[in-house]
């Protein structure tokens, strides 16, 4: 009996989540309304990104360092790698000003100077990737661009 009622709750489910990506367009406003209501409220909108055909940008720190032979190392916060990684990641997006990020580039300049001990500068780029629209994906097979948000060169005195 479930069953009967899970396996057209399903089709209906995945069918208005298709309808929601933005494969299928109809004309009655009200309709449409609706589906986007009921998208929001179960994720089935625009939460799936492989759904989406509005992929969200990806906030990113990239850090640059020069150790005291000239070597640079370079390090990428926003993959969630670790610990450190994922709490910056979680920090990055749920605070999208510039002053929170001029104070989460502190936090990362206090960490590469603990990882690299002998380092003198480095710099930190915090920005966004911004991916070309669904359209050029196959076309162009080209990689998401970068907008830098906040920058800034630190040295240890």
Known sequence: MKY???KPFFCIHLLITLW???LFTFKNNTVD???LTYGSWTGSAFGYSFF???VGTETVARVYTVLPDNE???DAFGQADNIF???LVTLINAYGNNKSYELLS???VSYIFSKYPTATKTYISIGKYIPCAMKDYPAKNTAPAFKEIVNGL???Q
């Open 4 to 6: 009967r009622i899970l």
């Open 20 to 22: 929601c990506s933005g």
């Open 33 to 35: 309304q609706c589906m």
């Open 52 to 54: 989406s055909p509005d």
């Open 72 to 74: 640079l190392k370079t």
């Open 85 to 87: 990684d994922t709490r």
């Open 106 to 108: 502190r936090t990362l």
């Open 154 to 156: 630190y040295i240890r």
